[in-house]
């Protein structure tokens, strides 16, 4: 199996930054799909980024397009979101999420991941 812990959040102005980190142990992730997702208050869970370990094929929600980068780590810190020009609306609990993907693999399907952290808040004042 494997375990996810995320850090780096915290509460920052708008227009502010922050960079993410998800470390992890468990099984190779040559295969895996590594994903960022986040959940607002009253919201359902979003999806956010989310790279290909094994070629490094990134894919992006369209409401953070421009502003986050996500990346690549070492096998035990698998998994960074560069965030910028943060927003109010960014606001949320922010999951990071990884899982063995296949052809039919949707990568901004949270129900299509497995394995999950236990969030780190992101708080964004205006």
């Known amino acids: 199996q494997v375990q996810l812990v995320e850090s780096g959040g915290g509460l920052v102005q708008a227009g502010g930054s922050l960079r993410l980190s998800c470390a992890a142990s468990?099984?190779?992730?040559?295969?895996?799909?590594l994903g960022w997702f986040r959940q607002a208050p009253g919201k359902e869970r979003e999806f956010v980024a989310a790279?290909?370990?094994?070629?490094?094929?990134?894919y992006y929600a369209d409401s953070v397009k421009g502003r986050f980068t996500v990346s690549r780590g070492s096998v035990k810190n698998p998994l960074y979101l560069q965030m910028n020009s943060l927003k109010p609306e960014d606001t949320a609990v922010y999951y990071c999420a990884a899982a063995q993907y296949g052809q039919a693999f949707q990568w901004t399907n949270s129900r299509d991941y497995y394995y999950w952290g236990r969030g780190t808040q992101v708080t964004v004042s205006s």
């Open positions: 790279i290909r370990w094994s070629g490094g094929s990134t």
């Open positions: 468990g099984r190779t992730f040559s295969s895996y799909a």
